[in-house]
């Protein structure tokens, strides 16, 4: 049996817990209401964010309500945008409502992840809706604070409401401070426990001081609280974020046999984050603001303006390109990036499509947010100056617009630059030129039979070797110091049955260049 001295103990730990229970039950019954303001020179001060943070941690406090508003500016729009939060319309942590101007200027919709900059470089996801018309219901519980009915014209343009709990980080980039503080629901044993005193201008810093007995009986409730929960140790996974351009057969692809690779290393499907953004500026940066946040362990990105939007983002998390065009890599290189590039001369490209038929008019279909495209099209225009052939600039930021831009335009030739855009377009553009019976020429990602002379290199070469170099960072070895490969497998492929069709003869010499033909 037990000696009777340790029943004793017992019964006093039990006795002494229930106490403390009980006494922490009557003191959070009583209340305190406070407003806290700052003032400055006498007169009213806006809040940092920081005041309402330290006193939330002060024991007893119960809550601390904000009066929040702020102004958010974002670089990729150059807008100004009106932040709000409201105790009366509260969201769940990490959501966000903005307004229609928003949505439609960066194409962010309901459900989608919104991704801002701070000043420190950190990203912050928010996931949420659209305030449209018919949601203007969203305003009757501001109606109850008077400051807040100047915002309601925002509603439909500039409007950001966020949760209480996103502030914290969003205030290391945001002009955001409170107007006042709400301190409810203080604990205290009675009012002279709690003094409110401002330590001076310089600091500005308002703190509760308790007194020692209450701070003792808080303590222990904590020590007892915090002995009860169970220790939890969470199991991390490496993530792998990929950004795949317009989901081009190419970059298909080049997908395929990456992941095949994967697969083969034991790397399951499930850990590979896949994101097939619209290849313009604005959505490759919103896609890799959303990797980064999603804080994957290695991203990988195919093709160079990809890899070119998280390169800029300036993030400390590896990544892995691959089909970069290598007279874009001192834009690409990074201490923490590694890849494939490819280096193909497009002059190969042109000289092939010479040989097919007389070209005295060139149509060059470009994007000129692609900066690959750009390089290509600049190096053509030089080209053909050379062989006395006027080039036609196409600059086609949307693939459905190829029709419009192109009609009218007499040609001899087309040829596709290594765009994104362009290679969405090429059934219109191929519909376009065999009613016209133009050759076309495509260079870097084609792999379909529209185009009657492709120049490419293998994408699943690529995906095998971004594989590689991916599974190497996650064994811990730094991007940096893993080379930079070239792709060797170079493509290239004549559309002999499309050629024959049209009229056209294919030079032997060129023929017997071709690593493919298509008959």
């Known amino acids: 049996m037990l000696p009777l001295r340790f029943h004793a103990l017992l019964a006093s730990v039990i006795i002494y817990t229930h106490a403390l229970k009980q006494e922490a039950t009557i003191i959070l019954q009583s209340t305190l209401d406070i407003v806290v303001q700052r ?58 409502i903005i307004g229609s101007g928003i949505s439609r200027t960066l194409k962010i919709f309901k459900g989608d992840m919104m991704t ?12 949420g809706g659209v305030i449209s018309g018919l949601a203007v219901g969203l305003l009757q519980p501001f109606a109850k604070v008077s400051s807040m009915k100047s915002f309601v014209p925002w509603i439909q343009k500039r409007l950001l409401l966020i949760a209480l709990s996103s502030v914290r980080r969003f205030f290391s980039s945001c002009r955001i401070y409170y107007d006042y503080l709400c301190v409810e629901n203080v604990t205290v044993m009675n009012r002279t426990d709690i003094i409110i005193k401002n330590k001076g201008l ?3 810093v308002c703190m509760f001081l308790i007194n020692k007995r209450t701070l003792s009986l808080l303590s222990g409730i904590l020590v007892i609280v915090f002995s009860m929960i ?27 046999a990456f992941m095949g690779r994967l697969a083969r290393e034991g790397i399951l499907a499930r850990r ?11 959505s490759l940066s919103n896609t890799a603001r959303k990797l980064i946040a999603t804080d994957v362990d290695v991203i990988v990105a195919y093709g160079a303006p990809a890899a070119l939007s998280v390169v800029n983002e300036q993030t400390k998390i590896p990544i892995v390109y691959a089909a970069a065009y290598e007279p874009l890599m001192t834009q690409i290189k990074a201490r923490n990036s590694t890849g494939i590039t490819i280096k193909l001369s497009i002059s190969s490209l042109l000289r092939y499509l010479r040989g097919l038929t007389r070209i005295s008019t060139l149509g060059v279909v470009y994007n000129g947010n692609e900066e690959d495209s750009v390089l290509q099209f600049r190096e053509i225009v030089k080209l053909a100056g050379q062989y006395g052939v006027r080039v ?13 831009k192109l009609h009218g335009l007499k040609l001899d030739a087309l040829l596709l630059t290594g765009s994104s855009v362009a290679h969405l377009a090429m059934p219109a553009i191929a519909e376009l030129a065999r009613e016209q019976k133009i050759p076309i020429g495509s260079f870097l990602l084609c792999r379909d039979s529209d185009a009657v002379v492709t120049l490419a290199t293998n994408p699943a070469e690529q995906g095998e070797k971004a594989a590689e170099k991916v599974i190497k960072i996650l064994e811990g070895v730094p991007a940096d110091k893993i080379r930079v490969e070239t792709a060797h497998q170079v493509e290239l492929v004549f559309n002999f049955k499309e050629a024959t069709s049209m009229g056209w003869k294919l030079p032997m010499d060129l023929v017997t260049e071709a690593t493919r033909l298509i008959k």
């Open 39 to 96: 003032t400055l020179a006498g007169r009213h001060d806006l809040l940092p964010v920081r005041y309402a943070e330290e006193i939330r941690q002060i024991r007893g406090v119960d809550s601390a309500t904000p009066r929040l508003w702020g102004d958010y500016y974002d670089p990729q729009s150059r807008a100004n945008f009106r932040l709000m939060v409201s105790d009366s319309h509260p969201l769940p942590a990490g959501d966000i």
């Open 202 to 204: 310089a600091h500005g």
């Open 230 to 256: 169970p220790s939890v140790s969470l199991a991390a996974e490496n993530t792998i974020g990929v950004i795949m351009p317009g989901d081009l057969p190419y970059y298909q692809e080049l997908h395929r």
């Open 116 to 127: 801002f900059r701070t000043s420190g470089g950190d990203l912050l996801t928010l996931f």
């Open 392 to 404: 036609d600039g196409v600059n086609l930021t949307r693939h459905q617009e190829a029709k419009t």
């Open 272 to 282: 590979v984050i896949v994101q097939k953004p619209y290849p313009e500026t604005m």
